[in-house]
């Protein structure tokens, strides 16, 4: 017999996350016949019928509310730095998190909460075409050349040529 088999049919609590049923009840017994009292969360409890509390209450088996709550993850400040760097260097907080491999919202909370100097991020979507292009279309629209050469010249579509126009 395994210490692990030992310790589980000598628990008295157990923890459950999920909903009671009256098989659940039975493989509980089965499995923990020292079992004195269940924790589970609030949701859960609401839920449970109020014949399987009075079943197991006639069992001497207590069924309370425990919030069972895990600890968040701690990052090193390393790892905040290197964050913190990424994203000043350019990287938009999508690209670090794959970089890292940690979610995105932990970029946004590790640049919002540990940077001292709040700087802003780079919103929206990078142009898609550099600046040179930009500038040799503006200046061929200037001296003349129809939209429509631009366009092919540059081959680039025709309403993007306009956009770049019009915002420049």
């Known amino acids: 017999m395994l210490d692990k088999d030992k310790n589980k049919k000598e628990a008295e609590t157990i923890h459950i996350s999920s909903q009671l049923s009256s098989k659940m009840i039975v493989n509980l017994m089965d499995e923990y016949p020292n079992l004195k009292r269940i924790t589970c969360p609030p949701s859960i409890y609401k839920r449970i019928s109020k014949k399987y509390l009075e079943a197991l209450e006639e069992l001497e088996i207590e069924v309370e509310i425990k919030h069972n709550w895990t600890t968040r993850i701690k990052y090193s400040d390393e790892k905040k730095e290197e964050v913190i760097k990424l994203i000043k260097s350019g990287k938009t ?6 970089y890292l491999n940690l979610p995105v919202k932990t970029i946004y909370y590790m640049k919002n909460s540990y940077d001292k100097e709040k700087f802003k991020l780079k919103r929206g979507k990078k142009n898609k075409y550099n600046d040179a292009t930009r ?12 939209v429509k050469k631009i366009a092919k010249k540059e081959n680039i579509p025709l309403r993007t040529v306009y956009h770049i126009i019009k915002n420049s």
């Open 135 to 146: 500038t040799r279309i503006k200046n061929l629209a200037k001296s003349g050349v129809p």
């Open 93 to 98: 907080p999508t690209e670090v998190a794959e």
